[in-house]
């Protein structure tokens, strides 16, 4: 069974662009969550996402956003990048959502300049 | 609001040793404790879960202690091999959303 797959794994851009990432889940998945992860503040959550709705939300500003799509695939979106967005997007799948261990991508590496 | 914190950022062992990792957080209502694995240039991977309702559960050559009374999660892992070496979280699980730990870096030297 192949497992959750980000794209893309590494980009740059500058302040004040956007960038969308991409996460495949595992198949038969209907959950995707999404996380930060930054040398100083560790793993952030940023929302989940079942079944197209968004589920649970993080404390990230609004420039942050997502979306699931009937197939389960998901995308988040960041506008008017920051130098401060620099930092690993984890993408997780799980079965239900609520209970059990979260299976995650190898991330997309997004560098700010 | 919900923090889940782990005692030390770095722990050191020696190859064949027992290796305890501390968590404590801080939201009673989790439903499920979770610990992770993560390797360099790697997403975290999943060890051993407990629920709420249960004290301790072994997996293979990992226990997961739960102490509800002082909120303190923990990490045993037997006779600690190279591969070992990583960064481990803990994770507090509620209703779909994972808070997580800062992380422990476990270094194994041979």
């Known amino acids: 069974k192949a497992g959750v797959t980000q794209t893309p794994r590494y980009l740059i851009k500058t302040r004040g662009q956007q960038v969308t990432l991409s996460c495949s889940p595992i198949?038969?998945?209907?959950?995707v969550s999404w996380y930060q992860q930054t040398p100083g503040q560790g793993l952030q959550f940023l929302f989940e996402?079942?079944?197209?709705?968004?589920?649970n939300k993080g404390n990230f500003p609004g420039r942050f956003s997502g979306r699931q799509f009937s197939n389960s695939r998901s995308e988040m979106n960041v506008s008017t990048l920051e130098l401060g967005d620099s930092a690993l997007y984890l993408c997780?799948?799980?079965?239900?959502?609520?209970?059990?261990?979260?299976?995650f991508g190898e991330g997309s590496r997004l560098t700010v300049l | 609001g919900e923090s889940v914190g782990l005692h030390l950022p770095t722990l050191s062992v020696q190859e064949g040793d027992n290796s305890i990792i501390n968590c404590a957080y801080s939201?009673?209502?989790?439903?499920?404790f979770i610990w992770y694995k993560q390797e360099s240039g790697k997403g975290p991977q999943f060890i051993i879960d407990?629920?709420?309702?249960?004290d301790k559960r072994q997996g293979q050559r990992v226990t997961v202690l739960l102490n509800k009374t002082v909120k303190h999660l923990s990490l045993q892992i037997a006779a600690t091999q190279p591969g070992d070496s990583a960064v481990y979280f803990c994770?507090?699980?509620?209703?779909?959303?994972?808070?997580f730990g800062d992380g422990t870096t476990l270094t194994v030297k041979p």
């Open positions: 997780a799948s799980a079965l239900a959502g609520g209970a059990g261990e979260l299976f």
């Open positions: 198949s038969g998945h209907r959950s």
């Open positions: 996402y079942f079944s197209e709705t968004q589920r």
């Open positions: 939201n009673s209502a989790s439903d499920y």
């Open positions: 407990i629920r709420s309702n249960m």
């Open positions: 994770a507090e699980r509620n209703a779909g959303k994972s808070t």
